[in-house]
């Protein structure tokens, strides 16, 4: 029976209990100069291969003779170890000792004097004295036919090197072969495509002018004609342009989701200006940095946002300012492709958010490929749910315009509610939508009606770890990307979970897919190399999708853009994304990782360095540790952990209210833990040693009160459920147990589904606590 070693060899199927059926077998010519050494050519090829394929340094690989025992060695590979070294840290190796190797399975094995019918570890090289070929033996359970033929060819490959180059280095040996190299880099980035020369507010105003009564927008009690968005979008301009607003500049753009942010964002881009897009829920103090930080020549918003925003540039607002008296005439400054459209705000590690500066040229392509991703058209009925604050504006309801569709927007109400989201679809005869990863798991697990108008749910934000269910009567694409890049890569999950069946949707998680139209995605080692499939690297991406940098941080844009190691003729600068991935083996490329700290969180990506700034700068808070954590239902979680001050210990609640006045309520962590933080043995802070948070409940304003009745019992224990705290007072105030909006959403709905209630969630934002929850749930049902 083979060892099960899928926890640390790439393109491996985990698997449990016995395998039984024939291996993969593939002959490899011995090297001559290995002639006269097989066993030690083979055991150190193997441990060379594995270190390659894994990174890992102290290996186990197990040797089975004729005539003793079967025994296993331990080697130390680097990347710097030559051949040389190698193979005589082979030949000096002794067997390990039993307790050295309990339970820990080899990472692979050579077998001398035969070809056994099953391999005694998934990984074996085989050989026969005097053969003069070995025979790479692979578990056919545990490794596809594929997989075996890259690890035999690579394998064969690495047996060369070390014969030809005894004082070359592992790290040096060249595993892909000119053919795989030319897949990888061409064949699987073949994406070059033609993109409509207009920009996105020129596509807008040519609507305008050639169907100016078709629907733009529909939100309650507003509908705009394509003619008055454009007309409205014109005044607005002018009014701009009056106030010395020029080509070039930057404007603040701090509204809600509606028509009066598209409207702002398409006078910008009429006068060749980059909005700055701010998000009017932001505290106070994230607003005003952004101001100020992007030097804002002018911040355009409505009356009620005006404190928030005043004194750093001057203030337009919208709904008080008579800007509609200028003339509809059209405007339109020249813009480039590498002029700025926006100015997108991401979490940054020093504590700032950093300002992301997008390219016209790069929006334009994004706009281009979701709609052709999605078919959209004139008849599309797309939606705005993504927050304003934010760049995702490109991606969701652009597309939609661009091609003459109608954008909707719900009432706020309705966001937070798969219920109400899908009634909301079905109502408004939606087509095409974009959500968080978190929301769409939710609504993809509902019942739909087999006619339902929506085609298509672009899914974002976090990577998806589960497969939706078979039958929906729509697509879910998965999109990656980033403000710094835009959306770069798409993958239908339907149609390849429908292709992949059962067992095989077991075996694998949710790929981002493949690069999107003129985008080129690389997966490269440490030292920019390409990578076979099934090898973990950094994702690195070229092309015209990205954006210009950091504004105002040339360091952390010269980090972040390189030049292009890989094609700098066709596209000079390439963007280090950080995030960790592999290819599948038909090209497909699948998230694993951070190659740093960042997370994201409904849909929002969290530099935890960001947080732990921000905790550091409290009272009484000594130094702080920030964690993502996977709730019961599978959501992000931020979990904070502070050593106090020598005797002057803070309080959770006020640590929450500080945090809560510097950043968004997606940022604020739901748990605390207060004390001492572990450390390594360099002094830093042990994140693998961090505890678990506690199911108990924190420290609040209020004494505990133990419900009182049936009905306070079922809330609470409906609170103690969507909480996943322990001791939970009926007094306690449902935000300061570490409560969001989406867990909110999921109370309402337990509560309506055993009480037969609908609550608003304005209602639990109102009245928080399991005593006038209660009150309200009895005044309810009172009233039939």
């Known amino acids: 029976m083979a060892v099960n070693t899928s926890s640390t060899l790439p393109l491996a199927r985990v698997l449990d209990g016995a395998r039984t059926a024939a291996p993969h077998r593939h002959t490899l010519i011995v090297p001559a100069s290995a002639a006269s050494r097989p066993e030690e050519y083979a055991t150190a090829a193997l441990a060379a291969l594995v270190h390659r394929y894994t990174g890992e340094t102290e290996l186990l690989v197990g040797r089975l003779r004729p005539t003793a025992p079967a025994e296993t060695i331990g080697i130390r590979v680097a990347g710097d170890t030559t051949a040389e070294q190698l193979l005589e840290a082979v030949a000096r190796a002794e067997p390990a000792h039993p307790s050295a190797v309990s339970g820990r399975p080899p990472h692979a094995a050579v077998t001398t004097g035969g ?18 070929t070995y025979e790479l033996l692979m578990d056919s359970e545990e490794f596809d036919a594929q997989a075996a033929v890259q690890y035999a060819r690579h394998l064969e490959r690495v047996l060369g090197a070390l014969a030809a180059a005894p004082a070359g280095t592992v790290r040096d040996i060249a595993l892909l072969t000119d053919e795989e190299t030319h897949r990888t880099l061409v064949e699987w980035n073949d994406t070059e495509g033609p993109v409509p020369e207009p920009f996105f507010h020129e596509r807008v105003a040519e609507h305008a002018r050639r169907t100016p009564d078709a629907l733009a927008v529909i939100l309650p009690g507003v509908r ?17 342009a009056a106030r010395e607003v020029r080509p070039g500049d930057r404007v603040g753009v701090c509204f809600p989701r509606g028509a009066e942010s598209l409207i702002a964002q398409l006078a910008c881009f009429k006068l060749a200006c980059a909005a700055i897009l701010l998000d009017s829920d932001f505290p106070v103090e994230r607003v005003r940095f952004m101001i100020e930080d992007a030097s804002a020549a002018i911040v355009l918003t409505l009356e009620a ?24 005439t059209a405007v339109s400054e020249p813009v480039g492709p590498d002029d700025l459209i926006h100015i997108c705000y991401t979490s940054g590690s020093t504590g700032a958010p950093k300002a992301v500066m997008v390219r016209f040229g790069a929006a334009r392509n994004l706009i281009h490929s979701m709609s052709e991703l999605c078919g959209m058209d004139s ?38 509610s798969e219920y109400r989201l899908q009634e909301w679809f079905l109502r408004e005869g939606i087509t095409t939508t974009l959500l968080m990863k978190p929301m769409a798991e939710r609504l993809w697990r509902l019942e739909w009606p087999e006619d339902t108008p929506l085609e298509n749910i672009r899914v974002c934000g976090e990577r998806i ?7 929906l009567p729509f697509r879910l694409i998965n999109l990656y990307g980033s403000a710094e890049a835009t959306v770069v890569a798409a993958c239908d999950i339907t149609e390849l979970g429908e292709k992949l069946g059962a067992e095989g949707r077991e075996r694998r998680l949710p790929p981002i897919g493949r690069p999107t139209t003129n985008v080129t995605i690389y997966v490269l080692d440490e030292d920019f190399r390409p990578l076979p499939p099934g090898l973990v690297g950094e994702l690195c991406i070229a092309g015209v999708s990205l954006s210009a940098g950091y504004l105002g941080r040339p360091e952390a844009t010269a980090e972040k853009w390189i030049t292009n190691p890989i094609d700098p003729a066709r596209h000079p600068v390439m963007y280090r994304t950080g995030d960790l991935a592999r290819y599948w083996p ?15 969180v409904r849909g929002n990506r969290v530099h935890l360095g960001e947080i732990e700034v921000v905790l550091t700068t409290l009272k009484g808070v000594q130094q702080a540790a920030v964690l993502a954590r996977q709730d019961g239902q599978g959501d992000v979680q931020l979990t904070a952990y502070i050593e106090p001050d020598a005797g002057a210990s803070p309080s959770v609640r006020d640590i929450r209210r500080g945090l809560g006045r510097r950043l968004p309520a997606f940022m604020v962590p739901a748990a605390y833990v207060v004390g001492g933080l572990p450390t390594t043995t360099n002094g830093k802070i042990d ?26 019992e079922s809330l609470h224990d409906l609170w103690t459920k969507t909480l996943e705290l322990d001791g939970v007072g009926v007094l306690d105030n449902f935000f300061d147990l570490g409560g969001d909006s989406l867990r909110a959403a999921r109370l309402t709905e337990l509560v309506r589904e055993r009480h037969g ?19 309200l749930v009895a005044r309810t049902v009172a009233a039939g």
């Open 687 to 712: 994140r693998t040693a961090l505890p678990e948070p506690p199911r108990s409940r924190p420290e609040v304003d209020t004494a505990y009160q133990a419900p009182a009745g049936p009905l306070e």
């Open 586 to 600: 038909d090209g497909s490329i699948e998230i694993v990782g951070r190659t740093d700290n960042q997370v994201k």
């Open 757 to 775: 209630v609908e609550l608003e969630l304005v209602d639990l934002f109102d009245e928080p606590t399991v005593q006038k929850m209660a009150e």
């Open 379 to 416: 008849t599309s009925q797309g939606t705005w749910l993504a927050a304003p604050g934010y760049g995702m504006i490109e991606v969701e309801c652009f597309p939609v315009l661009a091609v003459g569709g109608t954008v909707h927007i719900p009432d706020v109400s309705v966001v937070a």
């Open 465 to 471: 770890q589960s497969w939706p269910p078979a039958g």
């Open 115 to 132: 070809h056994p019918d099953q391999p005694p570890v998934a990984l074996t090289l085989s050989f026969s004295p005097g053969e003069g």
């Open 305 to 328: 946002h005006v404190p928030k925003v005043e004194g750093l540039a001057p203030v337009l607002a919208l709904d008080t300012d008579d800007w509609r008296t200028e003339p509809v």
């Open 224 to 240: 705009l004609t394509y003619r008055e968005l454009d007309e409205r979008a014109n005044q607005l301009a002018h009014r701009l």
